[in-house]
């Protein structure tokens, strides 16, 4: 059993997006963070201070762990932002603006 | 001798006031740097004093801030950043150097600086402005730290959220100490640190001290790597803090800190202690900051928070003994410079109660010097 | 449509604010329905991504059934106009103003207009401002979390947490899963869980049967949802998921993400038995210990709180003239509770903006069931307990503010030495609380482990904004009509 069995998915088409380089496969409508999860990543992001991995904490917006780099563009939150075709998802170091 | 007022001035009077050999108890009804100091955003600035009493006051501060700071620097988050102030036009500019002429010749070190220079001082600035002033004096601490170090350090004994009722006067009509919600602190002084509630404390002892509240918005923005090296704000901001209008004024004061966020001021406006959030000071603190550092439009602001200035008629703090109640002292009325005012008051405030001549002239800081306008 | 009826802007479209769109559409009021969300639900009814096809979404909820009667009205509203739903519109800050048009508040000539300032998207870099006549709040909850050692590993997710990506993104985090904390929350995450294909070990749950004997008096007065939990029991037997009552977490490890979870029965003076401590192997620690209210809307409004909710009369209206609230913002009783709640509000709102009062006969049924179901949620919330020494199994290493990464060590140090005695010191002496989140995640921890009350701290805007639109608004609005 897994998640789409159990509601009987048929999802649309899927399609790729690169996450530090490599393809990942996303299916439509699928959050950043949902797409990182099915793919077995559950960090993407280093702290300020201490450099520790973070990814998903409160999976609604409102705890900023799951910041990340999507298209150039930093602290995105992974948990609200959809995956789209060909997007570029990079690991966020510290604040995620340039030195 | 008895501290009313926990904040940056009441600890700075109780670490000078204790090195002075004094037994200090520091009381407030909050906790440590409740007030206007946890409120603030840690300024110690010569830059933004006209010639006069208040910057031989803040030129004085700065030195002792410096002097502390080599115990206590790092604790404090003290950074010896200097501060840049830009005008945008020529005419801004001719004012703003007539202005640095008089603070160079009061002992300011001011370093002028063309349109050119501007931006290998602060790369991010827009471009386009007259030209600016740099004072290499400016500092700033994080004002909780300071206020909790400086306390700590006096080893006065701390009595948070105890709330002073009375100030308690003998026969004579010399102070004998304070009554609080839970019982009487017994001392010959007490100084009257209490900042924008200064006037409460003064009328506990039955004279009159016209403290005002003065607001003041920050926006803090997310965390940034360091791209605001300095303090940085536009030449109208000394005109502003100079005013004595109720209405609001803004004018664009940004800076970055230590931790990451750049914080974003400075607003004035006398609504009394009004603590609802005012969405239009809001944005007209985001339009200046943005004119001056275009990079900050794509900056997020995570929290807004304000502040109630302590604020006298002519702009000066309440300094010294109070000739009308022997034994109570004044130490308040900072406006918005307490922070770094906090150490020359302190000294000040021991030096005069500890019977020696205070190094400067108390005078233009006499706590009675609106006596005649209150009865008239 | 008339041009005349006044406008209500519902900021939420959870079960309390759909249940007062509702309400208020059907009495002759234009509701613009606003929420963060891509499509109505909230997070009880967190609905699956449309690109992936659910055919039986069902299969993830419960209460499918008030959905629907829920999604059905709200289309036929959408369908008469009566109704606007905006989705993915983020509310930063609902500010009053007179200069609305069209019918005041009759019976208050004092009440302001309001103005909703929303970013829009997931992006959030442009902003809209939605007048109305009056503002409902129906704002919801996010979930209070604990800190213990290792809570900061991939790995470690809130259990609401879990469940939004699995319902929205039919997604798992990992194939091996424990589930913890306390609170009602946990029986549905666990079974969700496990339905959807991950080995759930063990719920570790720190209240025991005794908590809730001890309540049985407000308990019983919600036989249906006494039911529900036996519902649930049954099928975490069929999933043969351990349930551990009255244990804690201990530890979570690992290096890079998590490893196990170290979990301790709790003896009688809420402190780990020695000798109970045992390792469970999992990828996945779903954990959480209760919900706390989104009241910044509210509070920037100037409404008086309660404690970390929103106070309200038997209306649901604020002490604001104009503001009503409804479901968790005003204290956390669960999805029937929201949906009375909303609906009392919606038959408020829509009466008094037409300067009338509600119909008190009319209203009766669903003010008794509010009565029940809050005199209920009480029980719960008293008898749901974290560990009562939670705090003393917080080492100093840990990271107890996640945006700062400031440690409990340091936080015990600025009561200790720094004389600090209340959350706001300790937040200004340590940056707990000051990052990104601003403390909605760790103020409760923090509290905990300095010793002081959980006092809510202002929070505003209520999103992070930037700074060129607030300098630059995009959003003028035209005026309501």
């Keep these: 059993m897994n998640p789409l069995e159990l509601v009987r998915a048929r999802a649309g088409t899927p399609f790729t997006v690169r996450f530090d380089g490599r393809e990942i496969e996303a299916l439509p409508g699928r959050t950043v963070a949902a797409v990182l999860w099915s793919a077995g990543v559950t960090a993407w992001r280093t702290t300020r201070d201490g450099g520790r991995p973070r990814g998903v904490f409160c999976g609604i917006g409102v705890c900023f762990d799951c910041l990340v780099t999507v298209d150039g563009r930093p602290n995105q939150r992974a948990c609200l932002v959809p995956a789209e075709p060909g997007a570029d998802i990079r690991t966020q170091e510290g604040t995620g603006h340039d030195e | 001798m008895v501290v009313v007022g926990a904040g940056m001035v009441g600890a700075a009077c109780a670490l000078y006031a204790a090195r002075a050999g004094l037994d200090v108890i520091l009381v407030d009804r909050g906790p440590v740097a409740g007030g206007t100091t946890g409120a603030g955003e840690g300024n110690l600035l010569v830059s933004d004093k006209e010639p006069g009493p208040e910057l031989h006051l803040a030129l004085l501060s700065a030195r002792l801030w410096g002097e502390l700071a080599q115990e206590l620097g790092t604790a404090v988050e003290y950074e010896p950043k200097g501060g840049l102030v830009v005008a945008s036009t020529p005419d801004g500019l001719t004012a703003l150097a007539r202005l640095a002429a008089g603070q160079r010749a009061a002992g300011v070190r001011t370093v002028p600086v063309d349109a050119s220079e501007l931006r290998s001082l602060e790369p991010h600035l827009a471009p386009g402005l007259a030209g600016g002033v740099l004072y290499p004096q400016d500092a700033q601490v994080m004002p909780t730290l300071a206020a909790a170090h400086l306390a700590r350090a006096s080893g006065a004994r701390l009595e948070t959220g105890r709330t002073v009722t009375r100030v308690l006067r003998g026969a004579d009509g010399a102070v004998r100490g304070v009554r609080t919600d839970r019982g009487d602190l017994l001392a010959p002084a007490v100084v009257n640190a209490a900042g924008t509630w200064g006037g409460e404390v003064a009328a506990l002892a039955g004279v009159p001290l016209p403290v005002l509240p003065r607001r003041g918005f920050v926006l803090v923005t997310e965390p940034l790597p360091r791209r605001v090296r300095h303090k940085v704000y536009a030449a109208d901001y000394v005109a502003d803090v100079a005013s004595d209008s109720a209405a609001l004024q803004t004018s664009p004061v940004v800076e970055g800190t230590a931790a990451g966020p750049v914080l974003i001021g400075a607003s004035r406006e006398r609504v009394g202690f009004d603590r609802s959030f005012s969405l239009p000071v809001v944005r007209a603190l985001a339009a200046g900051a943005t004119r001056l550092f275009p990079f900050l439009d794509d900056v997020r602001v995570m929290r807004t928070y304000l502040g109630f200035r302590p604020y006298l008629p002519d702009h000066l703090p309440a300094l010294g003994p109070d000739p009308r109640v022997p034994g109570l002292f004044h130490a308040c009325g900072h406006e918005g410079a307490g922070i770094g005012l906090a150490t020359g008051s302190g000294q000040l405030i021991a030096q005069a109660l500890t019977g020696g001549t205070p190094e400067l002239d108390l005078t233009p800081f006499r706590p009675d010097r609106f006596a005649e306008e209150a009865t008239a | ?481």
């Design chain 3, 1 to 481: 449509m008339s041009e005349r009826r006044p406008v209500l802007a519902v900021i939420g479209a959870g079960p309390a604010g759909l249940a007062a769109t509702l309400a208020a559409a059907a009495r002759g009021v234009r509701v613009t329905l606003i929420d963060s969300g891509t499509q109505a639900g909230g997070q009880f009814y967190r609905q699956p991504a449309p690109g992936l096809g659910a055919r039986r979404p069902q299969a993830l909820h419960h209460q499918w059934r008030t959905w629907e009667r829920l999604r059905t009205g709200l289309d036929t509203r959408l369908a008469d106009g009566r109704v606007t739903h905006l989705t993915d519109h983020h509310v930063c800050w609902v500010e009053r103003d007179s200069s609305v048009e069209g019918e005041p508040v009759r019976d208050d000539p004092a009440a302001p207009g309001f103005t909703v300032h929303a970013l829009l998207g997931p992006e959030q870099r442009e902003s809209v401002a939605i007048r109305a006549h009056g503002v409902l709040l129906a704002t919801g909850a996010y979930e209070k979390v604990l800190p213990f050692p290792g809570w900061t590993l991939p790995g470690v997710v809130t259990a609401g947490g879990a469940q939004a990506l699995l319902k929205g993104g039919l997604t798992l985090p990992g194939r091996t899963a424990v589930v913890a904390g306390t609170g009602p929350l946990l029986l549905p995450v666990a079974t969700g869980l496990a339905a959807a294909g991950a080995r759930v070990v063990a719920l570790v749950e720190s209240a025991g049967p005794r908590d809730f004997v001890r309540r049985s008096r407000s308990l019983a007065g919600a036989p249906d949802k006494l039911a529900e939990g036996a519902g649930y029991a049954a099928r975490l037997l069929r999933h043969r998921v351990s349930v551990k009552a009255r244990h804690t977490v201990l530890e979570a490890h690992g290096v890079e993400r998590l490893e196990s979870v170290t979990v301790a029965a709790l003896g009688p003076d809420g402190r780990p038995r020695p000798g109970t401590a045992l390792r469970l192997p999992c990828d996945t620690l779903a954990v959480g210990h209760g919900l706390l209210p989104h009241t910044d809307l509210a509070d920037g409004l100037g409404c008086r709180l309660d404690g970390p909710a929103v106070r309200v009369d038997d209306e649901q209206r604020t002490d604001v003239p104009g503001v009503w609230a409804a479901g968790e913002s005003t204290g956390v009783g669960g999805a029937a509770l929201s949906l009375a709640e909303g609906h009392l509000a919606g038959r408020s709102a829509a009466a008094r903006l037409h300067g009338t009062a509600p119909d008190p006969a009319r209203r009766t049924r669903a003010a008794r069931t509010r009565t029940r179901l809050r005199a209920f949620s009480e029980g719960l919330a008293g008898a749901f307990a974290p560990p009562a020494h939670w705090a003393e199994l917080v080492t100093d290493e840990t990271v107890v503010c996640r945006c700062e990464e400031v440690t409990a060590g340091a936080v015990r140090e600025a009561v200790g030495s720094l004389g600090a005695g209340d959350l706001r010191t300790v937040k200004l002496l340590t940056r707990a609380g000051m990052g990104w989140c601003q403390g909605r995640m760790c103020e409760s921890g923090v509290a905990g482990v300095a010793g002081c009350a959980a006092t809510p701290a202002r929070r505003l805007p209520a999103r992070p904004v930037p700074l060129g639109m607030l300098a630059a608004p995009t959003d003028d609005p035209p005026p309501a009509r």
